[in-house]
C-alpha cells in the first residue's frame, strides 16, 4: 500500500481532515511523502495541522504525519513518477482553487486513461483552463445535485461543461443523496457516467 503525492485542491475540510492519518503510509513506506499546493492552502493546512508543519514545537514526541511541501502555481507543471502534473486553475463559487491535469512523461495513454484532468468543487471555469482541459482521454467532474448551488456545478451544467471539452471518458463526482444513480446514470450522454466506490479506469459499468 502506497501513497507517492498528495495534490491539494482546496482546504475545505471534506478534502483534508484526513490529513492526520498520511502517517499509516509513512510507517508502510518508510519514507515521507510529497505535498502539493498553493501558498494559499499551505498556509490554512499549517494553521489547522501545527502538530504536522511544526512538530518541533510539538511538547511530546508523536507519531504525526511527515509531509514534504511543494507550492506550486497554476500552469506550471511538475513531474513525478513518470507523470507531468499541471495545477488547473478553477472555481468554487468565489474561491479560486485547483484542479489537476495529468499526462504521461513520455506522451502514452496509460492504456486508455491519459490524459487525465480531476476537477472537483467547481462551479465555473476560467476561460484560460479551458486550453488545459483540450485532449482528455478522461475528465473527473463534479456534479453536485439538480438543483442550483452556488459552489457547485449542477447536473445540466456538469453536463454541459463535459460537453464542450469533450473527453472521451467523463466521470462525475461529489453527488449528494439527491442524486439517485440508478435513475441519472441512464440517462447521461454517451461517454459520461456517475462515479461509484471501486471503479476503475477506462471506467466499467458498475
Given at each position: 500500500?502506497?501513497?507517492?503525492?498528495?495534490?491539494?485542491?482546496?482546504?475545505?475540510?471534506?478534502?483534508?481532515?484526513?490529513?492526520?492519518?498520511?502517517?499509516?503510509?509513512?510507517?508502510?513506506?518508510?519514507?515521507?511523502?510529497?505535498?502539493?499546493?498553493?501558498?494559499?492552502?499551505?498556509?490554512?493546512?499549517?494553521?489547522?495541522y501545527p502538530h504536522i508543519f511544526q512538530r518541533h514545537r510539538n511538547v511530546?514526541?508523536?507519531?504525526?504525519?511527515?509531509?514534504?511541501?511543494?507550492?506550486?502555481?497554476?500552469?506550471?507543471?511538475?513531474?513525478?513518477?513518470?507523470?507531468?502534473?499541471?495545477?488547473?486553475?478553477?472555481?468554487?463559487?468565489?474561491?479560486?482553487?485547483?484542479?489537476?491535469?495529468?499526462?504521461?512523461?513520455?506522451?502514452?495513454?496509460?492504456?486508455?486513461?491519459?490524459?487525465?484532468?480531476?476537477?472537483?468543487?467547481?462551479?465555473?471555469?476560467?476561460?484560460?483552463?479551458?486550453?488545459?482541459?483540450?485532449?482528455?482521454?478522461?475528465?473527473?467532474?463534479?456534479?453536485?445535485?439538480?438543483?442550483?448551488?452556488?459552489?457547485?456545478?449542477?447536473?445540466?451544467?456538469?453536463?454541459?461543461?463535459?460537453?464542450?471539452?469533450?473527453?472521451?471518458?467523463?466521470?462525475?463526482?461529489?453527488?449528494?443523496?439527491?442524486?439517485?444513480?440508478?435513475?441519472?446514470d441512464p440517462t447521461l450522454p454517451a461517454g459520461m457516467r456517475l462515479g461509484?466506490?471501486?471503479?476503475?479506469?477506462?471506467?466499467?459499468?458498475?
Amino acid at each position: 500500500m502506497r501513497c507517492d503525492a498528495i495534490f491539494i485542491t482546496h482546504t475545505h475540510v471534506d478534502h483534508v481532515w484526513g490529513l492526520d492519518e498520511v502517517r499509516r503510509y509513512n510507517a508502510i513506506m518508510l519514507s515521507p511523502i510529497d505535498l502539493f499546493a498553493e501558498c494559499e492552502a499551505i498556509a490554512s493546512l499549517e494553521r489547522v495541522y501545527p502538530h504536522i508543519f511544526q512538530r518541533h514545537r510539538n511538547v511530546n514526541k508523536s507519531f504525526v504525519a511527515d509531509i514534504n511541501v511543494h507550492h506550486v502555481t497554476p500552469g506550471v507543471s511538475i513531474e513525478r513518477h513518470g507523470l507531468r502534473i499541471t495545477p488547473l486553475r478553477l472555481l468554487h463559487g468565489r474561491l479560486p482553487i485547483l484542479g489537476w491535469r495529468i499526462d504521461t512523461s513520455d506522451g502514452g495513454d496509460g492504456g486508455g486513461v491519459f490524459p487525465l484532468a480531476y476537477c472537483t468543487d467547481v462551479s465555473g471555469i476560467p476561460p484560460e483552463t479551458y486550453a488545459a482541459l483540450i485532449g482528455l482521454q478522461t475528465l473527473v467532474l463534479d456534479m453536485l445535485r439538480i438543483r442550483a448551488h452556488p459552489t457547485h456545478f449542477t447536473l445540466d451544467q456538469a453536463v454541459a461543461h463535459a460537453s464542450e471539452i469533450a473527453a472521451r471518458d467523463t466521470v462525475f463526482v461529489h453527488m449528494t443523496h439527491d442524486i439517485r444513480h440508478h435513475k441519472v446514470d441512464p440517462t447521461l450522454p454517451a461517454g459520461m457516467r456517475l462515479g461509484f466506490d471501486g471503479l476503475r479506469l477506462p471506467s466499467t459499468p458498475c
